[in-house]
């Protein structure tokens, strides 16, 4: 049996119960590291060990995606769990796993938890009033998609909020002409993760470019900081307020930016506890 | 201190680990019976019991509502939880309490969980891929809404997944007339829950009047059942195959729909693991 266990947005006590009592009755216990990369390792290893005295197996992007079989092939004799930050389902990695234990006829369970998509709920937005969730990624010099930008359009002009969720770089490659010469596979740059400030820069220059009136510097929005934490910071104002905010004032990773629909009465009164 | 805890999908097991140590730390347990109606009272009372020896109070809606004064004085001076099915921002009711203990100055910390709203995801349809949400209500003879077939609509004109929460009926007033008669307000009909196939009937009403085409016999959809539960019951077909179904083939409530946008390969590969 696969057991895919939600961790939740937070530290390591976010497990539910009854991931934790799954845990108890496995032989190996991975722990997914490329989307948890914020995730304490060893604040879960030292939770489990309490618990259970089990070792915690560090599974990399590659041995999620490539070394599945090792994984899959544990859980067709024994228990075996896969722990994921947020839910096991919001990565599309995690359902071509479940179909590939399926395929194998391995019993797969999975364990739900919290993910920015519902714990977005926190800034005082109603969930049932949020579009079509947006990715916004790293503009470069040569590469600047804007495909969400019509997205964001689309939820604007029927009044409804929109989630934007941020680019995190983990395991670029170096591109230091000696690791290149040298045909080094294994240098990566240190992970980058996009910060709200950023990503509102960046809806403000794909205004300029379209204007469309979608994400003017007018245009409300809340920034969204390591949600479901102990260091929760929102910041609610214009696109243009919360692209000028300083990095000390919202805190490190993760950020994700929410640009507000028609506001109800309601909703406004949760904002404004967090107005810059 | 107030925290709201959400409790997830399942059961009484699905409370995280810092949900149960905030319990631990509380004078007072309050558990909302108005949205976790299908909670078992009992199996959460038996956990809490069994980590912390206390008591549950149940919560219905008009203490929550109306006499939530009674559960913020006593947060004022002590630590208090409320613990809520899914998680704890999904209903309106636990913003506007957040409030009157912010407006009050008593310090709230939420606890996230797991909600339909993320689990959804469990159908493979990828949540980045959804529309706006709609709610589905019950017909009645003289009161047909739909104003969710346009949200339908504008979501399917996107491409996008909808899901559709359907519609729970509690507490509401007896019509006897013996009991009208006798002035008797505390009598209440048996809770009714809206079934996959009722939703999928209904839809299929409202297009026959509307004739856009965004609920037609052949759309496809979901049903949804007891989803995060160990009866969790999927089935994928059309919405009048949907229609259909015998109730004993999705078995009891809760149930949710989901109409599905244009789908992408890998979603397809999920969804068919679960084909009426």
Redesign the interface.
């Known amino acids: 049996m696969l057991f895919l266990i939600?961790l939740?947005?937070?530290?390591?006590?976010?497990?539910?119960?009854?991931g934790?009592?799954a845990i108890e009755t496995c032989t190996k216990v991975y722990l997914e590291s490329y989307t948890s990369i914020l995730k304490s390792y060893e604040e879960m290893q030292t939770?489990i060990e309490q618990f259970h005295g089990k070792e915690l197996i560090e599974a990399d992007r590659d041995l999620v995606e490539q070394g599945s079989d090792q994984i899959l092939d544990d859980a067709a004799t024994t228990n075996v769990a896969l722990l994921v930050v947020g839910?096991p389902?919001?990565a599309?990695t995690h359902?071509?796993f479940?179909?590939r234990a399926?395929e194998r006829g391995i019993g797969v369970s999975?364990i739900?938890?919290?993910?920015i998509?519902?714990?977005v709920?926190?800034t005082?937005l109603?969930?049932?009033?949020?579009?079509?969730?947006?990715?916004v990624p790293f503009f470069t010099d040569s590469w600047r998609p804007d495909s969400f930008y019509e997205k964001l359009g689309?939820n604007k002009a029927?009044k409804?909020h929109t989630l934007c969720?941020l680019d995190i770089k983990t395991k670029e490659r170096s591109y230091r002409l000696e690791d290149i010469m040298a045909g080094r596979t294994d240098v990566f740059l240190k992970p980058r993760y996009m910060t709200a400030p950023v990503a509102a820069q960046q809806l403000l220059e794909i205004e300029e470019e379209k204007g469309e009136g979608w994400a003017t510097p007018d245009t409300m929005a809340v920034a969204v900081c390591r949600?479901?934490t102990e260091t929760q910071k929102l910041a609610f104002g214009t696109l243009k307020q919360i692209s000028e905010l300083d990095e000390d004032v919202l805190g490190g990773p993760l950020h994700s930016l929410v640009v507000t629909g028609e506001v109800h009465e309601?909703?406004l009164?949760?904002l404004e506890?967090n107005k810059i």
Chains 1, 2 share one sequence.
């Open positions: 939600g939740g947005l937070g530290g390591a006590e976010d497990i539910t119960v009854r934790m009592r939770l839910d389902f919001c599309t359902a071509d479940f179909l399926k999975v739900h938890n919290a993910s998509m519902n714990a709920a926190c005082g109603e969930l049932y009033r949020f579009g079509q969730t947006i990715s689309v029927n409804l969720l949600v479901g309601m909703e009164k949760m506890l």
